[in-house]
């Protein structure tokens, strides 16, 4: 049986959000007022991902003194530099960055300036990407990304754009090995409707943020708007996936085809893997799975992709 990371590993799963705002940026609260809402909201860690531009005299908010024994932070920013291919600003989550990152060079873009992040040790997710209507073209240009930023929970109920699986899956297909993560992207200036939408689970032995960057960029979580996966294997091209109660199981891979369980509070399924490749007209084989569960009330958990050519033997 091949029992896939990273509910395989040891350790914990901790709730943390990477894409947020405070006054520091264009957010409505303090640093600190944002900090303690995550920790009153159930989270286990949150980085203030501050608008790194000259408006805004390059923040990266040192939120290290607002760390606990059973709450961290992370030190990050969203970085912005010309241009894409629709002549905005690139958008780019950058998580575990120095405090004295360097400001964007004159000159600098996008991929250079996610190339000098990534170099001072970052995990690199490309935002929102359909709010920015990025192509598939875009987003292989920024060759350091670890991850895709599949749900933004602020574009969603602002713009209904809140969905990147579109770049995450293409970019897949073209061979790049990438995960996708969920935030809420909240400035807290609607009665906090754009917070706490969407987030990532974690698996670390400890709450370290060097333990949660070091998992982030293995992969080593899933993206959730609320249910949660507990364990997912496959054995003889049979995939098994326990999980909070849900009515929907999908797997989907890289062709239109899935296979779905269906019910009222499943906790777990098995879905055979060989319908993949049946119909009229059967694919090549995806060399990736991902799966998929939703609730009674449309919410979901979404595990990283499951390249089958690491899966153990």
């Avoid at 293995?218 to 995939?239: F, K, L, T």
């Avoid at 090549?284 to 799975?289: A, I, T």
Wanted: negative net charge; proline residues 6%.
């Amino acid at each position: 049986m091949a029992k896939i990371s990273p509910f395989s590993l040891p350790g914990q799963f901790y709730r943390g959000n990477l894409h947020t705002h405070s006054t520091l940026s264009d957010g409505a609260n303090e640093p600190d007022v944002v900090v303690d809402a995550y920790r009153h909201a159930g989270y286990d860690f949150v980085m203030l991902s501050e608008h790194f531009m000259a408006q805004f005299d390059w923040p990266v908010a040192d939120t290290r003194p607002l760390r606990s024994k059973d709450f961290t932070t992370l030190i990050g920013v969203e970085l912005h530099a010309p241009s894409t291919s629709v002549c905005e600003l690139w958008h780019i989550v950058a998580a575990g960055l120095p405090l004295d990152f360097a400001p964007c060079g004159d000159n600098e873009t996008g991929p250079e300036l996610a190339r000098r992040a990534a170099d001072a040790g970052a995990f690199i997710g490309i935002a929102h990407p359909s709010w920015s209507q990025l192509t598939i073209e875009d987003g292989h240009t920024i060759d350091v990304a670890h991850a895709v930023e599949i749900y933004n929970h602020g574009c969603e109920v602002e713009t209904a754009r809140g969905d990147g699986f579109y770049l995450l899956d293409q970019m897949l297909n073209g061979g790049k090995r990438l995960t996708g993560f969920a935030t809420d992207d909240a400035h807290f200036k609607d009665h906090d409707r754009d917070a706490f939408g969407g987030w990532v689970q974690v698996k670390s032995e400890n709450l370290e943020p060097e333990a949660l960057l070091a998992a982030l960029k293995a992969g080593h979580y899933y993206a959730s708007q609320g249910p949660q996966i507990h364990a997912i294997s496959i054995e003889d091209n049979i995939m098994s996936v326990e999980c909070s109660p849900v009515d929907s199981i999908c797997v989907v891979g890289g062709t239109s085809r899935s296979v779905v369980a269906s019910g009222r509070s499943m906790a777990s399924a098995r879905l055979d893997l060989n319908m993949l490749h049946k119909g009229l007209y059967v694919p090549e084989p995806s060399p990736w799975l991902r799966v998929t569960v939703m609730d009674a009330l449309g919410k979901c958990a979404w595990s990283n992709p499951i390249w089958l050519d690491e899966c153990p033997a």
